[in-house]
């Protein structure tokens, strides 16, 4: 059994968006060079980023691989027993782009307040509740774990209290691409 078998779907899904961010032409070779894939769990897998709303992708015969195509959009017409697994593959697509922290340890709240520089902090736990409000706290604390799962570094440190991030780990997100795939686009020229 390959490690993509054995790893959880919206985890290997989430590692193939972090990937079709970071590259203009997503080729079957790239990914597999990553991790195990095959052609068909790609596709499937790239159909679910799709209609999670995460990317906007159609396969260039010239450039042999996946083109990023536009802004990509949530799939509101797919059916309900799938929208609950493309509901949380965008919440977490999401998070993996724009989740902020800007909690320090306790120890230096309290000198900077000594010092008179009070200051609200925006910690992680803020940002995913004004991300997605009214989510449950448990919710919140599952999405953290798969973030943790796929090599995120993000979580609270009880003996610190406050919330850490590794904003150096978290990829650029989707970018505005052209709406047309040119000879310079699939050279990598543009």
Known sequence: MSEMEKMVR?????RLYEVVCQLAIVQFSDVCEIFPYNMRLLQRDLADLRDAGLVSVKYSKKGKG???TGVPEFNEGTKPCKKTHLKRLHRLGVLMSELVNEDIPLWEKKDNQENGDVQEYVTSKDSYNELFPGLSERTRQRDFEVLRNIGYDVGYIPDEHRFYQDDYRFPLGWSNVREEIDDDFVD???
């Open 10 to 14: 919206i985890e290997r899904q989430l």
């Open 66 to 68: 996946y083109v990023k």
């Open 188 to 190: 990598g020229n543009w």
